[in-house]
């Protein structure tokens, strides 16, 4: 919605190429082992789990200030201030990431209750400069965020699975969020100078879920 409000809002015609660069906090989700769960599965039941996957997550990054970039397949990219400004990003993506840790662990259970394989989703969070902006052509136009933020979240969604938790975040990220007014429930665990493939340098991480 709040792409389509800026879209109706604008005072000249869209075209790709146009950008804007803010900060803004990168949600990224995915669902461990879902290849080689839909090889087992039918067509329909794998669109089912998908469906069922989404309506879980979505709405909860909705209610929490977020957006949806995209459906990387049993991925979600979600940007937090990308569409529209707001002070409180990073408090918001972490409050978001909390939540949907403690959702897809419900349903985990559920699935495992009806004697369906249970589901695990890692859950990632970063902050930083990003581009909000329009790419594709005449044909296809498509707003999208690119940036550091970006490609961090997409590489720190795997580690959740190496360091055997559901959702992780930067100390970097999560400092900003708690001047933001991110109220933690309790401490949480603190991982420093932990090596990400693909990054240079070690980071730290801290353990949301």
């Avoid at 800026?6 to 869209?14: N, P, Q």
């Avoid at 804007?20 to 995915?30: C, E, F, K, P, S």
């Avoid at 082992?33 to 997550?57: D, H, K």
């Avoid at 949480?188 to 991480?205: N, Q």
């Amino acid at each position: 919605p709040e792409v389509a409000n800026r879209i109706r809002g604008s005072m000249h015609e869209i075209k790709a190429g146009e950008g804007q660069l803010r900060n803004a906090a990168v949600l990224t989700t995915d669902v461990r082992g879902f290849t080689t769960l839909a090889i087992s599965m039918l067509p329909n039941e794998v669109i089912s789990l998908l469906i069922e996957y989404q309506q879980r997550i979505v709405p909860i990054i909705q209610r929490h200030g977020g957006v949806v970039d995209k459906f990387l397949g049993d991925g979600i990219l979600a940007t937090f201030c990308g569409a529209e400004p707001n002070d409180a990003y990073a408090a918001d993506a972490l409050r978001a990431a909390q939540q949907i840790g403690a959702s897809t662990e419900a349903w985990a259970h559920e699935r495992a209750a009806r004697g369906e394989r249970p589901i695990f989703v890692g859950t990632a969070v970063t902050a930083g400069r990003v581009i909000f902006g329009a790419i594709g052509d005449q044909s296809r136009l498509e707003f999208t965020v690119i940036g550091d933020a970006v490609n961090l979240a997409a590489k720190l969604e795997k580690p959740t699975k190496a360091e055997r938790v559901r959702t992780l975040t930067t100390g970097e990220t999560y400092a900003l969020a708690l001047d933001q007014g991110f109220a933690p429930s309790h401490a949480f665990e603190r991982r420093p100078s932990r090596r990400i493939e693909g990054l240079a340098t070690p980071i730290d991480l801290v353990v949301l879920a």
